[in-house]
């Protein structure tokens, strides 16, 4: 650890009360270690599973979905898209790929094995942070009423990547807010400062200026969810394929469910509108 980052005071850890005044430096790097290794335990709990509401804009349009978890996948069931209902027939088709899941262990499978491959990929990422980045305390903030400790971050000149997604901390500059209590991750804001080229860009590469907006949620139980993920960037892929991402994810009205829900289980939960009453509204 580079000299400039091995500060000698990690107060949060201890037992300094929330009144007291915040020393000038802390080990910021051992912080966002243990921040890392909470919120990566926590995204490989399935002891804590959760119905929401969930939100997603892309170039190809906006869809708003009902959400539930089980010990095995993640299901979702389409309620709009671009704003407008689905229409009898689209009803019909994604309520035939939800049941389709209950009769098919093939159908299943695929899907298990999709967001396995997702969440391994976000664990890569989050498990980097803290080699990947430098950090430096920038105070104390209160985040959606809880408190947070704010630290700026720049590249690690000596980090080196061991997998495309986590190409682009190699130029992340931003701010990360931890909370103080939980030391869990709060919110991250990223902008790529340089571009980041990907298989010494014969892979391709992602443009300078790309943007990160995450936020994290504390549930019921200790529990943490990402509530919100935004992305905006734009790059080439093998040389001559422009790439647009842009994206913006929301998640609310979370309600725990029962850990031992099956995939049936799940499906009707999905289907019945009226246990989704409680949770509607968006805030």
């Known amino acids: 650890m580079p000299a400039a980052v091995a500060c000698t005071t990690i107060w949060l850890l201890g037992s300094t009360p929330m009144a007291a005044q915040a020393p000038a430096v802390i080990d910021a790097q051992a912080l966002v270690r243990r921040a890392a290794l909470n ?7 399935t002891n804590k599973l959760f119905m929401y509401r969930a939100q997603k804009e892309s170039t190809s349009g906006t869809a708003l979905r009902d959400m539930v978890e089980t010990r095995e996948v993640i299901l979702a069931r389409t309620l709009t898209w671009n704003g ?39 664990l890569e990422l989050v498990r980097a942070l803290p080699e990947a980045l430098i950090y430096r305390y920038d105070g104390m903030e209160m985040v959606n009423g809880r408190e947070t400790v704010r630290l700026r971050f720049r590249p690690n000149p000596d980090f080196s990547p061991t997998s495309k997604e986590t190409y682009g901390l190699k130029s ?11 030391i869990q991750i709060v919110r991250m804001e990223a902008e790529l400062t340089e571009n980041v080229y990907i298989g010494w860009g014969i892979l391709g ?12 949620t504390l549930l019921p139980g200790n529990a943490w969810r990402i509530s919100k993920l935004n992305l ?12 647009r ?14 850990n031992n829900l099956s995939i049936a289980q799940a499906v009707a939960a999905l289907k019945r509108p009226e246990s989704l009453t409680q949770r509607a509204a968006k805030p």
């Open 232 to 243: 905006d960037a734009t790059g080439k892929a093998f040389f001559f394929k422009t790439l």
């Open 205 to 216: 590469h992602i443009n300078k200026g790309g943007r990160l907006e995450l936020e994290q």
């Open 84 to 122: 407008r209902a689905l229409t009898t027939e689209e009803r019909a088709k994604e309520d035939a790929k939800l049941d389709e899941l209950v009769r098919d262990q093939e159908e299943l499978d695929k899907k298990r094995a999709d967001q396995a491959a997702d969440r391994r990929r976000t």
């Open 172 to 182: 992340a500059a931003g701010t990360l807010w931890v909370d103080r209590a939980q």
């Open 245 to 258: 991402i842009k994206q913006r994810q929301s998640g609310w009205g979370y309600r725990p469910v029962p």
């Open 39 to 45: 919120a990566a335990a926590g995204a490989q709990d």
